[in-house]
């Protein structure tokens, strides 16, 4: 039965493509509400908390982290899928499930596994998020993973190189076929750049490796700190940035909202399938595109490529690199359930094992394998 609530082209629950293992469907709640209540329950979820986003856990107790950005995306795409009568759940699902294959110490993290596993296929998070939920998560008795349903699948993998699609069935067809993913995963994918645009800007602040001065010249801050000050000329600083950047996420939201609409209504959509042939639906106007892009080349040259930032990615690439290799010499230094999947798999185990770690587990475990005084 289709939800009246939803528009046509959303995904409905009810005709979902399936799971790879059979289930009988769920009482008392929807396909894609299971999928994200095994999301939420499952240890690469909790694991999400003691990742970086762009500031080590323990570096303040303030700064966001995988898991609190995770919930912040899917805040914002439920947001957006409400006004545009689009499953949010899904969304949900996909946006709290997107970094869970992710490694410590944020992209660095990542770069320096990939480096490592350059000659055995390479890495890549968005891989590794579906790898989790379809095989390392282990919890049910009839399943390896999660078994989630395709459309949740489908939305964790954003990106993926021919090579690799070909490698994963129903669920990388559409980077072969050249279509899209539903509207839900879209929303996904561009909620997770707002949220993370927005509040590394929050953080950068807080952190003090950026300043109101610096961000003079990025006009979607400036304008709505400009607005703020005006209106509230007597406001304490800090909540000063905290009315700017939540008038800046609005902004970027609303615009999201009303040209994808505009999107849509140029399209002939009466399903999901309309959906997969069409371009991509969800997306920014082109003064917004312009806008954010201003944005995010602030960040990266001010914020991920300053000095700290720099030396703490530096001490990533060295744990994750010398762990990889560690583990490569010698696989008997892996814990027991790594040591035997390394048998069919020896790099492949190890990167499941170095990307579920934590910042400080990783820290902790290079500490255990090359400090001396360590027993």
């Keep these: 039965m289709p939800d009246i609530r939803l528009a046509p082209y959303a995904s409905n629950p009810a005709v979902t493509r399936g799971r790879k293992v059979h289930e009988d469907a769920p009482l008392g709640r929807s396909e894609f509400q299971r999928d994200r209540d095994r999301i939420i329950h499952s240890s690469a979820f909790r694991r999400l908390e003691y990742k970086t986003q762009v500031f080590v856990n323990h570096e303040g107790d ?18 957006i899928a409400r006004r545009l009568m ?21 992209h660095a993290g990542q770069d320096a596994l990939n480096a490592c596993m350059k000659e055995y296929g390479g890495f890549e998070h968005n891989l590794q998020s ?33 090579e690799h699609a070909a490698q994963l069935g ?13 509207l839900e995963a879209q929303i996904a994918n561009l909620s997770d750049e707002i949220a ?11 952190s003090g490796l950026i300043t109101l001065e610096q961000l003079g010249p990025v006009r979607l ?52 399938d309309d959906v997969r042939n069409a371009p991509n639906l969800v997306a920014f106007s082109e003064p917004m595109l312009a806008l954010n892009r201003e944005l995010k080349t602030f960040l990266r040259l001010h914020l991920y490529r300053h000095y700290r930032v720099m030396r703490m990615s530096a001490k990533a690439h060295r744990i994750i690199s010398e762990l990889f290799n ?49 027993i």
């Design 170 to 182: 129903e669920v990388g067809s559409r980077f072969l076929t050249n279509q899209r993913p539903a």
């Design 62 to 79: 303030l700064f966001r982290t995988r898991l609190t950005h995770s919930i912040e995306v899917a805040q914002i795409g439920r947001s």
């Design 221 to 272: 801050f400036s304008n709505h700190l400009t607005e703020v000050r005006n209106i509230y000329p007597a406001l304490a600083e800090r909540r000063v940035i905290h009315e700017t950047i939540r008038r800046m996420i609005n902004t970027l939201v609303s615009d999201v909202i009303n040209q994808t609409e505009k999107n849509i209504a140029a399209q002939t959509l009466n399903n999901v």
């Design 196 to 206: 993370y645009n927005n509040h590394d800007v929050d953080d950068g602040l807080r």
């Design 86 to 106: 689009l499953n949010e759940d899904l969304v949900e699902a996909i946006s709290l499930a997107h970094d869970l294959g992710h490694t410590p110490f944020g």
């Design 130 to 162: 579906l790898r989790v939920v379809d095989v390392l998560e282990e919890r049910y008795a009839d399943f390896d993973g999660l078994n989630l349903c395709f459309e949740t699948r489908e939305g964790i993998l954003k990106h993926c190189s021919p």
């Design 326 to 374: 560690a583990f490569m010499e010698d696989r008997r230094l892996l814990p027991p359930q790594f040591l035997q999947a390394a048998e069919k798999e020896h790099a492949r185990s190890v990167a499941d094992y170095i990307a579920g770690m934590t910042d400080r587990y990783a820290i902790r475990e290079h500490r255990r394998i090359f400090a001396v005084e360590e």
